[in-house]
């Protein structure tokens, strides 16, 4: 199990309220939101180095590296909500994310698959949309979490394209196809299918292949 607080209070993904950045507790919110990411990241890196043994040392190495920047972002965003007078804790969150670690902990394909190559490069795609509704509310606060996120989409896209090594060199060692594997019926991505709009541009930096990107926008039709 997971090191955790006793807060944040862990709900339903369903019952988390929306808020609007355009208010000081709604930007704040927000803040907390990704910082919960953020924070649940470490931990999902931490486990990959330490659960899935006989793996080449690299793979420990890059898992390691990926929870001290993850944790640099968590450090990040904190900071920040402490300057707007809260702290990581005083929102509801929700589990989802450790709940997909839950998932895969058996199957090391399943989880380069579905937590760096499907969540978090979900995290590409939704912070540009982010990042342009903090400059519409332009106040310091939500100028400088545009700034924050511009470190962390900067390190994200090295995660993603991490995981993307590693899936497939795992399909290589299993004989899979790395495509058709991700696509098939019983494949990962029909556990969580991403939706659209792609940030086409950083999974491309991230080792998203053409093939793939196309296969996505296409609303991932075989």
């Known amino acids: 199990m997971p090191g955790r607080p006793e807060r944040p209070r862990l709900i339903h993904p369903a019952k988390v309220p929306r808020r609007s950045p355009a208010k000081p507790e709604g930007l704040a919110a927000l803040l907390h939101a990704i910082a919960h990411i953020e924070f649940n990241a470490i931990n999902l890196a931490l ?14 190495h890059d898992w390691l590296r990926v929870a001290a920047e993850e944790a640099f972002h968590f450090t990040l965003l904190a900071d920040h909500l402490q300057s707007l007078g809260f702290s990581y804790g005083d929102f509801d969150a929700h589990d989802g994310l450790w709940s997909m670690c839950e998932k895969t902990a058996g199957d090391i394909v399943a989880r380069m698959a579905l937590v760096p190559r499907t ?10 949309q ?5 400059r519409q509310v332009g106040t310091p606060a939500a100028l400088r979490a545009v700034e924050i996120l511009d470190v962390i989409l900067r390190d994200e896209v090295g995660h993603v394209a991490i995981g993307n090594r590693w899936y497939r060199w795992l399909c290589a060692r299993d004989g899979l196809d790395p495509v058709a594997h991700y696509a098939s ?10 939706a659209s709009p792609f940030n086409e541009e950083a999974r491309l930096r991230a080792g998203f292949s053409a093939e793939e990107l196309a296969w996505l926008s296409a609303g991932g039709t075989p």
Request: charged share 25%; hydrophobic share 45%; glycine share 10%.
């Open 185 to 194: 019926p019983g494949g990962a991505l029909r556990r969580a299918a991403p």
């Open 47 to 60: 486990d990959a180095a330490w659960r899935f043994e006989g793996m080449p040392e690299s793979f420990h």
């Open 119 to 128: 969540l978090e490069a979900r995290g590409l795609d939704a912070t540009p």
């Open 130 to 134: 982010i990042q342009a509704k903090l």
